[in-house]
Each structure stands twice: as C-alpha cells, then as structure tokens.
C-alpha cells in the first residue's frame, strides 16, 4: 500500500488479519476513522507454529494517522498483534482518542 488515502471508515481504516506476511505500508494518509487505523495481524495467534500463518515481516512508514478511533474511543491509532520481523518507523500519530499504538499484550 504506497501512497493511499484511507478516510472516513468505520471499525478499521486497514485490518490486515490473521497471519500477513511481506506486507508494506508506505506514504498512507489515515483520517477519520471510527476504530484503529491499522490492524496488522492478530491477538489470538500467539502460539501459532506454522511459519506460514504467522505475522512476520511487515512494514509500516512514513505514514499519518489522523483523528483515529472517533467512534470506538478504547481502539488505538496503529495495533500490531502478535508479530515478528515488523519494522514501524517514520509514522505520525495525531488527534487520538485513547493512545497512539500498542504492540503485541
């Protein structure tokens, strides 16, 4: 995903879920959005151990995250689940109901 606009959504702007792998998030523009703005993988995969259905490898930079969880106040701007090999840099986070990002739990 290069350079998208995600604006007006309700429950999540991208929810990637169970198990993504080489996924990049690049340049994107999140606004108003009703839950978190990025979902990458998930809560209940913890002990996955099939390589092929683990979140691994994933990108998410230079992005903006604008006036996120509008609607569902206790979502966060950017929820990462249970992940390896994911590189979160370069992002802004503004205008946030609850917090900016939570990552695994």
């Given at each position: ?49 099939d ?24 979502n ?30």
């Open positions: 995903f290069d350079n998208c606009t995600f604006r007006h959504l309700g429950a999540a702007g991208l929810q990637l879920g169970q198990g993504p792998q080489d996924v990049r998030v690049s340049g994107c523009h999140f606004y108003d959005i009703s839950g978190a703005a990025i979902q990458l993988g998930d809560y209940a995969d913890f002990n996955e151990t390589p092929g259905k683990q979140t691994r490898r994933n990108t998410i930079e230079d992005t903006l995250i604008d006036s996120a969880a509008t609607e569902f106040h206790g966060v701007g950017l929820s990462v689940g249970y992940a390896a090999e994911t590189d979160i840099h370069h992002n802004e986070l503004r205008n946030l109901t609850y917090g900016g990002g939570s990552v695994g739990w």
